[in-house]
């Protein structure tokens, strides 16, 4: 989805609307290649509207990537369904015009958007810093290997409380204190 800036402009009375399916999947995969395994194509709605001579896009985006599990690395399917906000202008100086939280982006030289590259932007943004497999989620599937293991918080707890219990033989020890005559 590439558009001219001008003609975005030209869409006084009522904004340009789009409804398209957009395969990102080389792109994602060339471009995040740690991140991305695999991809759907993704169902964008936009809408442009000129503003003080600047354009507002405002689109929905549902889809799904596949990304690799936090943990374990295995493959995780993950739905995504996101909006997304940007305003372009055509001068730095036109920046000026926004708050810092809005996302403001400047038409290059060819005066075209690439909305493609924003959509595949916002896909990778909204990938959470946790992707966990369905087994894993379930606390099945923790990684291990010789000697190691990964547990979970409570079976950690539940461990470290079994640890508490003190050998009988070793119990008496514990009514044991020194006394000060017995430092020096």
Same mark, same amino acid.
């Given at each position: 989805? +590439?558009?001219?800036?001008?003609?975005?402009?030209?869409?006084?009375?009522?904004? @340009?609307?789009?409804?398209?399916?957009?395969?990102?999947?080389?792109?994602?995969?060339?471009?995040?290649?740690?991140?991305?395994?695999? #991809?759907?194509?993704?169902?964008?709605?936009?809408?442009?509207?000129?503003?003080?001579?600047?354009?507002?896009?405002?689109?929905?985006? +549902?889809? #799904?990537?596949?990304?690799?599990?936090?943990?374990?690395?295995?493959?995780?399917?993950?739905?995504?369904?996101?909006?997304?906000?940007?305003?372009?202008?055509?001068?730095?100086?036109?920046?000026?015009?926004?708050?810092?939280?809005?996302?403001?982006?400047?038409?290059?030289?060819?005066?075209?958007?690439?909305?493609?590259?924003?959509?595949?932007?916002?896909?990778?943004?909204?990938?959470?810093?946790?992707?966990?497999?369905?087994?894993?989620?379930?606390?099945?599937?923790?990684? +291990?290997?010789?000697?190691?293991?990964?547990?979970?918080?409570?079976?950690?707890?539940?461990?470290?409380?079994?640890?508490?219990?003190?050998?009988?033989?070793?119990?008496?020890?514990?009514? @044991? +204190?020194? #006394?000060?005559?017995?430092?020096?």
């Amino acid at each position: 989805m +590439k558009w001219s800036f001008e003609k975005l402009l030209g869409y006084k009375r009522e904004p @340009f609307t789009t409804h398209e399916t957009v395969d990102l999947k080389d792109d994602l995969i060339h471009r995040y290649p740690e991140t991305i395994l695999d #991809s759907t194509p993704f169902e964008v709605t936009a809408k442009a509207t000129p503003d003080n001579g600047d354009i507002i896009i405002d689109a929905d985006v +549902k889809g #799904s990537v596949t990304v690799p599990s936090s943990r374990s690395l295995t493959p995780v399917k993950l739905p995504m369904d996101f909006h997304i906000s940007e305003i372009y202008v055509l001068t730095e100086t036109a920046l000026n015009r926004y708050d810092n939280e809005e996302v403001v982006l400047i038409v290059g030289d060819s005066g075209m958007i690439d909305f493609d590259k924003a959509v595949a932007d916002n896909v990778i943004v909204n990938i959470p810093m946790q992707v966990l497999s369905p087994e894993e989620q379930n606390g099945k599937g923790m990684p +291990k290997g010789n000697d190691w293991e990964v547990i979970s918080e409570d079976d950690f707890n539940r461990q470290e409380k079994e640890d508490k219990n003190v050998d009988p033989r070793l119990a008496k020890l514990k009514d @044991f +204190k020194p #006394s000060d005559d017995d430092k020096t």
